[in-house]
């Protein structure tokens, strides 16, 4: 009886603080980047690609999009997966592309994205606004996560 009530003890003991945990950690970020978790951008769903941007703690970040096949055509799917290095520059923050894999004017293409979003710097390096719930990636909304 009495190890019986220890146990239902140490079982409400372990629910109640793992709720409590789980609660402050989805409270805690409030849509902020925080230096000990990834920043993510994923896109919502469309019928057009399916894209994750990541940018890492150990201020590296990747970069990968699945270009959907239209209905209807012979397209077949084209994958894009690259990374590169991040720095934070006020309130943006700067992605430094490895290689010059994409063509960064389509894949952050200004007419379908606000001005502050994203400012494409050069060929392989792009300043993103991380301040926004959302940007827009080859026309594609990408939600932060």
């Not at 793992?18 to 769903?45: C, F, P, W």
Request: include cysteine; glycine fraction near 6%.
């Amino acid at each position: 009886m009495r190890i019986t009530l220890l146990l239902i003890s140490f079982l409400l003991a372990a629910c109640t603080t793992s709720t409590k945990l789980r609660h402050n950690s989805l409270n805690s970020d409030n849509g902020k980047a925080l230096k000990d978790k990834d920043l993510v951008y994923h896109s919502a769903g469309n019928g057009v690609a399916d894209i994750l941007l990541t940018l890492k703690t150990n201020n590296t970040f990747t970069f990968f999009m699945k270009i959907l096949p239209q209905p209807g055509t012979d397209e077949e799917v084209s994958i894009i997966n690259t990374s590169g290095k991040w720095a934070k520059q006020g309130k943006w923050t700067r992605l430094t592309f490895k290689k010059k894999k994409i063509l960064l004017s389509a894949v952050f293409d200004k007419s379908y994205a606000d001005n502050n979003q994203f400012q494409i710097i050069n060929e392989k390096t792009v300043d993103i606004n991380d301040g926004l719930d959302e940007i827009v990636i080859w026309g594609v909304a990408c939600v932060k996560n």
